[in-house]
């Protein structure tokens, strides 16, 4: 719940972009039901306006979302057990806050724990908060002025929820390393800065987690 201030500061921001990209409410507001990925539909948003081919809006939504698939791979071992149509379900409402709270909660797998309801809880609050907070920057659209600084308060506060994440000095590292990475493939299309950023974190994390064994045994 505490969150909920942050996730409807974006939710009003993507839907003002929306509401003034000249698309229908109608359409709006079932884009917005089911894509269900603010940066996502911003992202495919002036594609869309400026007529550009199917794939393009296809491949630019594609590579912003490629975070999911990390997302997914962590999340495996806490629902690998739950039948096909149920984790296709939950995957629906995967997102950077969820998991953030999610991977807060349970750092190591919980033998015998429902962890879907935990994730599912979360879910649901953060999936409501954005639908209500979206639909209203749709249908407001052009009331909402910019000089609010809705953007600016989503980014902060999605900012102050990464800081709680790190936790040592490696995660620390890890997080300066994807956002120097993030600076420096700025000029990449489609947003491919973001994907660059996540690969240097993780490989980063990867190197961290080989390193300890080996500091394990020296000291032994």
Request: hydrophobic share 70%; glycine share 8%.
């Given at each position: 719940?505490?969150?909920?201030?942050?996730?409807?500061a974006w939710g009003l921001v993507a839907g003002v972009a929306m509401a003034k990209s000249g698309m229908g409410v109608a359409l709006a507001i079932f884009m917005s039901v089911l894509v269900y990925a603010g940066s996502a539909q911003i992202a495919a948003l002036p594609l869309i306006a400026a007529g550009a081919p199917m794939w393009v809006v296809w491949a630019t939504t594609l590579c912003v979302s490629l975070r999911f698939m990390a997302f997914s791979f962590h999340y495996r071992p806490y629902f690998a057990h739950l039948p096909r149509g149920q984790r296709i379900a939950l995957s629906f409402l995967m997102g950077d806050t969820n998991f953030a709270l999610f991977i807060r909660r349970f750092p190591q797998l919980v033998p015998g724990y429902r962890h879907e309801d935990y994730f599912l809880g979360c879910a649901v609050v953060t999936f409501?908060?954005?639908?209500?907070?979206?639909?209203?920057?749709?249908v407001a659209g052009h009331g909402i002025p910019a000089s609010w600084g809705l953007g600016f308060a989503g980014t902060m506060a999605l900012l102050a929820l990464t800081c709680t994440q790190l936790r040592s000095p490696s995660t620390w590292v890890a997080a300066v390393v994807a956002a120097c990475a993030a600076v420096a493939a700025?000029?990449?299309?489609?947003?491919?800065?973001?994907?660059?950023?996540?690969?240097?974190?993780v490989a980063f994390g990867v190197l961290a987690d080989h390193a300890r064994p080996d500091r394990a045994k020296a000291k032994q």
């Open positions: 719940m505490p969150m909920a201030i942050g996730i409807a409501g908060v954005w639908q209500l907070a979206i639909i209203t920057g749709i700025y000029a990449l299309p489609m947003k491919l800065n973001i994907v660059v950023a996540i690969a240097a974190a």
